[in-house]
Nanobody, 127 residues
């Protein structure tokens, strides 16, 4: 199983970046894939997740600014980040649940429920 992120970098406050994640190696597509982030000294937090059927959820801190999407045929997942803020600065990870395990609704943005992780890509937002 491999998850590989692309597209991190630097942006100014109010700018945009688009992250991509290639998902491969699964016999059956994971039920949930998503984006998480971790800033220095902070716990990893859920940003946005998407089910294999296209249902989405996102954290309150990014609602209205970040949009998660996927291209199932290409095994790709994306995170469009608009109106970036300095507090969005973090290492961003794509993650996937297993193909069979269910995640309770309260755990969808909880990194403990995700078994597979990419190596991460850094996003820096300057004011």
């Amino acid at each position: 199983v491999h998850l590989t992120e692309f597209g991190g970098g630097s942006a100014q406050s109010g700018g945009s970046l688009r992250l991509s994640c290639g998902v491969s190696g699964f016999t059956d597509r994971p039920i949930w894939t998503g984006w998480f982030r971790q800033a220095p000294g902070k716990e990893r937090e859920g940003v946005a997740i998407i089910s294999r059927n296209g249902a989405t959820a996102s954290s309150d801190s990014v609602k209205g600014r970040f949009t998660i999407s996927q291209d199932v045929a290409k095994n790709m997942m994306f995170l469009q980040m608009n109106n970036l803020k300095p507090e969005d600065t973090a290492q961003y990870y794509c993650a996937a649940s297993s193909s069979s395990s269910l995640i309770p609704a309260y755990g969808l943005l909880d990194f403990h429920y995700y078994s597979y992780w990419g190596q991460g890509t850094q996003v820096n937002v300057s004011s």
